[in-house]
């Protein structure tokens, strides 16, 4: 996989779990990253946001695209 960069802060576990799904169907490489940390029990998610979506630079448009479709249907 080429560099990744950080695409978009994701909110939830749910929706963690449903783009990694969305993305593999589509063969798109990505990482997803919890920002959860046992140390601090998960301080840093209520101030950042559930996790992060890495990707590399060319997807960026794709995933923001399913990202947003995926927000309009919940």
Do not use: C
């Given at each position: ?55 590399p ?13 995926l927000?309009?249907?919940?």
């Amino acid at each position: 996989m080429s560099r990744t960069v950080m695409i978009l802060t994701l909110n939830n576990a749910n929706e963690a779990h449903i783009m990694d799904e969305i993305l593999k169907e589509r063969d798109i490489p990505h990482i997803i990253r919890s920002f959860h940390d046992s140390a601090y029990d998960g301080l840093f998610q209520l101030q950042s946001g559930w996790g992060q979506l890495d990707a590399p630079k060319e997807y960026k448009e794709e995933i923001l695209k399913i990202y947003e479709s995926l927000s309009e249907n919940v």
